[in-house]
Nanobody, 122 residues
């Protein structure tokens, strides 16, 4: 199993930026991709972005395209999510998860981090 730890969340104003990190440990060789998901109060968990380790294939949710950037550092076993032009609608707990890189479905990802809170005020 892969263990994941997110960090970097916080309270920011609309238009500000945050960078989230997801550090993977354990059986990382079995991990094909790392995805970022978020869950707002009373809402379903939704896909944000995913990246594959080997080929760097990337997919974004339509709501974050042009604002968020996912990247990876294989040597550090870390995936990042750079979030720019944050909006109040981005407020959620952000999770990283290990699983396939070719799907956006949360149920397909087997290992999850504890989450990090991102709050964007207007």
């Amino acid at each position: 199993q892969v263990q994941l730890v997110e960090s970097g969340g916080g309270l920011v104003q609309a238009g500000d930026s945050l960078s989230l990190s997801c550090v993977a440990s354990g059986r990382t060789r079995s991990t094909l991709g790392i995805g970022w998901f978020r869950q707002a109060p009373g809402q379903e968990r939704e896909f944000v972005a995913v990246i594959s380790w080997s080929g760097g294939s990337i997919s974004y949710a339509e709501s974050v395209k042009g604002r968020f950037t996912i990247s990876r550092d294989n040597a550090k076993h870390t995936v990042y999510l750079q979030m720019n032009s944050l909006e109040p609608e981005d407020t959620a707990v952000y999770y990283c998860a290990a699983g396939p890189w070719w799907t956006t479905q949360p149920s397909a990802f087997g290992s999850w981090g504890q989450g990090t809170q991102v709050t964007v005020s207007s």
